[in-house]
């Protein structure tokens, strides 16, 4: 039995890859429809993005045996 977090780096960057780049357009879509970005936004963005990319990293390699 694995003790710790399960973790597949291969996977887990290329969904990183792809979080970051929708937030990327998010946020250029946000600065077009209200006209700028506060500091916070990016910073919000830059931390959940990891987070976010951890979890469909965990949801695509669920029951797999890595």
């Given at each position: 039995m694995k003790s710790g977090l399960p973790f597949?780096?291969?996977?887990?960057?290329?969904?990183?890859?792809?979080?970051?780049?929708?937030?990327?357009?998010?946020?250029?879509?946000?600065?077009?429809?209200s006209g700028g970005l506060e500091t916070r936004d990016i910073v919000g963005s830059l931390i959940c993005a990891p987070l976010l990319a951890y979890?469909?990293?965990?949801?695509?390699?669920?029951?797999?045996?890595?």
């Open positions: 597949v780096p291969g996977v887990f960057f290329k969904v990183l890859a792809v979080v970051l780049s929708v937030v990327a357009v998010g946020l250029v879509i946000t600065m077009l429809v979890l469909v990293h965990l949801w695509l390699t669920m029951g797999k045996d890595w």
